[in-house]
């Protein structure tokens, strides 16, 4: 069983994003033409350090996104942890066509430590 794993407020955060084609077939590099994420509240919607449609050119798949201090904020002070939201687009070439897109939304819980006992 896996544990929940929380994020602390103004911490360093890596995201692995593992990209795959229709078929669930990991993708390689050259063939993912690009990659954009934006980062939200998931309670308001709000983007989070202006993070909206950041385009990014990964590398390697999968893909360590780095999230920094500014991206892993308590934007609800009353807060004990909040949910953040990770919305992922990524264009791609496979056998079946050119310019394919996939989504992904992943949740990410963040600690507010000014609020820890």
């Known amino acids: 069983?896996?544990?929940?794993?929380?994020?602390?407020?103004?911490q360093d955060?890596?995201?692995?994003?593992?990209?795959?084609?229709?078929?669930?077939?990991r993708l390689p590099v050259?063939?993912?033409?690009?990659?954009t994420w934006?980062?939200?509240d998931a309670e308001t919607g709000a983007v989070i350090n202006g993070r909206a449609a950041v385009l990014?050119?990964?590398?390697?798949?999968?893909?360590?996104?780095r999230l920094t201090p500014a991206?892993?904020?308590?934007?609800?002070?009353?807060?004990?942890?909040?949910?953040?939201?990770?919305e992922v687009l990524?264009?791609?070439d496979s056998a079946r066509g050119s310019g394919l897109t996939a989504r992904d939304v992943i949740a990410l819980p963040v600690r507010?430590?000014?609020?820890m006992p």
Do not use: Q
């Open 13 to 25: 955060a890596f995201v692995v994003l593992d990209m795959k084609d229709e078929d669930g077939v």
């Open 1 to 10: 069983m896996s544990e929940k794993v929380v994020i602390a407020e103004g």
């Open 90 to 92: 990524y264009t791609y």
């Open 56 to 65: 990014t050119h990964p590398d390697a798949n999968p893909y360590d996104l």
């Open 30 to 35: 050259a063939a993912i033409a690009a990659l």
């Open 38 to 40: 934006t980062l939200r």
């Open 112 to 115: 507010n430590l000014s609020r």
């Open 71 to 86: 991206d892993n904020v308590i934007v609800t002070a009353a807060k004990a942890e909040e949910l953040h939201r990770l």
